[in-house]
């Protein structure tokens, strides 16, 4: 996988830090973005599975990003680029060996 075929989407449910999600997402899959809307229209049981169908590749919620932000894990100035690493880092993809070079 390459860095430019992700994209960082924030996604509110409420206004309290649990209820803001930061989902690292596959462009080749979901160009755009997540369609939040759709998927809100799913059963609750299935979101999970959902997410992961429409390109989620990694999901944390706010206080898990909150938690790496102090931790020096995540960088919130380039927060997409210190997402795509950490998904790299825990084993969640793999970057394309050519890519990495690049980054």
Same mark, same amino acid.
């Given at each position: 996988m390459k860095f430019q075929d992700t994209t960082l989407q924030i996604i509110e449910?409420?206004?309290d830090p649990s209820d803001r999600f930061y989902c690292l997402v596959d462009e080749r899959v979901s160009p755009g973005g997540l369609n939040i809307e759709?998927?809100?229209l799913?059963?609750?049981r299935? @979101?999970?599975l959902q997410f992961r169908?429409?390109?989620s @590749?990694?999901?944390l919620t706010g206080d898990e990003a909150e938690e790496l932000f102090l931790r020096g894990e995540l960088d919130r100035d380039q927060l997409h680029k210190s997402l795509f690493t950490l998904a790299?880092?825990?084993g969640v993809i793999?970057?394309?060996t050519d890519q990495s070079k690049n980054r």
């Open positions: 449910f409420g206004d759709k998927m809100r799913t059963d609750p299935n @979101i999970d169908e429409a390109g @590749i990694l999901m790299e880092k825990e793999r970057v394309d």
